[in-house]
């Protein structure tokens, strides 16, 4: 375990010192092992491999370009476990847009909170979580966009949410444009990649900061 510890941080310091970023790790682990199994979603044991990770990303990172997202944006990720979870976060990732993981047990006005907190411009739900997100749309500013992942029901999401899974599946695959300061050592493997929303109802201003790599 100790030797195991040394490596994580004798790497965590290299990648700070050559200034890398979490997708440019990546994508050097999609050169080296692109075929091997990246993902395997314990619930019903789908695999992807690092090459369908990075494919899936890109499209994730193509569409929110597509629809005007720039760096610095915050889009909140609100939805059970998946592996789309984290080829969403990753997009967003290689793009320098934010992601707010919001945990998904939250609800009512500790839910509006940590959407309001992060100023998110969008949010990407499950849709396993419609029946949540309704009931506090009304709260939310206007401006925010809405997209369900998962089965698919129009009846049961917001007005003006829309589907995600095709308009992914539709957006180029291609490597994504690289923002320019994301990729210059300003923001490295130690910036802010994502937000991670622990709230409860007795601790409305609780909010983590993750910069880890992981």
Request: with cysteine; glycine share 6%.
């Amino acid at each position: 375990a100790a030797y195991v510890l040394l490596r994580v941080k004798l790497n965590v310091k290299r990648h700070v010192r050559e200034k890398n970023t979490i997708p440019k790790i990546f994508a050097e682990t999609v050169q080296r092992h692109g075929d091997k199994t990246a993902l395997i979603f314990e619930g019903t044991g789908e695999r992807w491999t690092f090459r369908q990770l990075d494919e899936y990303s890109n499209r994730v990172a193509n569409l929110l370009l597509d629809r005007g997202f720039k760096e610095g944006d915050v889009v909140a990720l609100f939805m059970e476990n998946r592996s789309q979870y984290v080829g969403l976060w990753l997009g967003m990732a290689k793009i320098g847009v934010e992601a707010a993981l919001i945990n998904f047990n939250l609800r009512l006005e500790a839910l509006v909170h940590c959407v309001t907190i992060s100023n998110a411009k969008a949010v990407v739900f499950g849709s396993e979580l419609s029946d949540a997100v309704s009931e506090v749309h009304s709260s939310m500013r206007k401006a925010v966009l809405m997209f369900c992942s998962g089965d698919w029901d129009p009846k049961q999401v917001p007005q003006g949410t829309e589907c995600l899974e095709p308009l992914v599946a539709s957006a180029s695959s291609r490597v994504p444009q690289r923002p320019q300061c994301c990729f210059t050592g300003e923001r490295t493997v130690s910036s802010v990649t994502h937000y991670l929303f622990l709230t409860t109802k007795s601790e409305l201003r609780r909010k983590v900061n993750t910069n880890s790599i992981f």
